[in-house]
Each structure stands twice: as C-alpha cells, then as structure tokens.
C-alpha cells in the first residue's frame, strides 16, 4: 500500500523545470531563442504551464516582443504557445533603463514525445531602435497530470470546487410559491 501511495503522490505533484540566462548586448532585429530547456519527455499524458520572464536594460527607446515557443523534435521547428494569446512586452525609454516583460500558456504534452520550452525575444515594431546592453531571462515549466476532458485547469478546479464538473449547467434559484 506504501508503494501504491508513494507513487500516486509522485504522479499527482506537479514537477518544475526551469532556465535561466543573462548576457551583455542582445541585437532585437535578430530574433532568438532565449533560456531554452532540455528535454521534457512524459511518460503519460501531461499539462504543462509555460511561464517565461524577460528584462532588458536599452542603450535607448527600446520594446522587444516576449513570447513562450516549445519544440517537438529536438529544436529543429518551433512553435507558438498561443497563436491568438497576448504578448509581453519589454519596453525602456530613455538609456540605462531597464524593461520588464512575462508571459504564460499551456501546452498538452503526449506520453513519449520530447519537449523543449524557450522564450523568443525580438524587436516590438511599435518600439525604438536602440538594443539591449545587458538582459536577464528565465523560463519556467510546471508539469501537472492532464485532466481526460482536456479542460483548462483553472476552470476545472473552480467548477469542481463548487461541487460541479465542467459540464454541468449553473444552478438557476429558483422561487417556489
């Protein structure tokens, strides 16, 4: 029974993985792939929550556009978290200044597959055209068991909280006379 508990509580807690990075001059009009993970590879099928956070001290006005990207096949093709979801933002206006920007999604991952996680930084076209001189990042993977049904875990536990799975209609009250 030990055994048997022992190993559910290690499927149900949730396992981080995370990067950090930092550097000098970052040239904006070059996109990259910044704090990029190793490999993530679960073995049943999980959720992962992607936080990325970006810092840039400009030589001038600057923006650069934040956004969490994974990788199915080792790197070799990227792709976007959210394709319609928002977008960080690391802006500075004035030299020395520092700008901060985070972000966050979540990804289905499939049992066996092997993940990366990075956050791509390059230039804001609404921003200046001064570049980094100096810039911190990190990347931040949460794994968490995947709900069956697919739904967002936010709403599933605040639905499931209040005695409701996700499927079931709001109560209306109702008088009786």
């Not at 508990?5 to 550097?23: D, E, H, I």
């Not at 597959?113 to 791509?120: D, G, K, M, V």
């Not at 697919?150 to 639905?159: F, H, L, R």
């Amino acid at each position: 029974m030990a055994l048997f508990m022992n190993r559910l509580g290690k499927t149900l807690s949730p396992a981080l993985v995370g990067v950090t990075g930092s550097g000098a001059t970052l040239d904006l009009d070059s996109p990259l792939f910044l704090c990029q993970t190793g490999p993530v590879t679960p073995t049943y099928p999980q959720r992962a929550k992607v936080d990325v956070w970006f810092s840039l001290r400009a030589s001038g006005l600057a923006s650069a556009r934040v956004r969490p990207y994974y990788s199915a096949d080792g790197g070799m093709n990227w792709l976007e978290m959210a394709v319609f979801g928002a977008i960080g933002r690391a802006s500075a206006s004035a030299t020395g200044e520092w700008g901060f920007a985070a972000d966050h999604d979540y990804l289905n991952l499939d049992a066996g597959t092997s993940y990366l996680f990075a956050i791509l930084v390059d230039r804001d076209p609404a921003g200046g055209t001064a570049d980094a001189d100096e810039w911190g990042c990190k990347t931040l993977v949460q794994l968490t068991n995947r709900n069956p049904d697919g739904d967002n875990p936010e709403t599933a536990i605040t639905s499931r909280a209040r005695g409701r799975g996700p499927d079931v209609a709001p109560r209306i009250p109702t008088r009786r006379r």
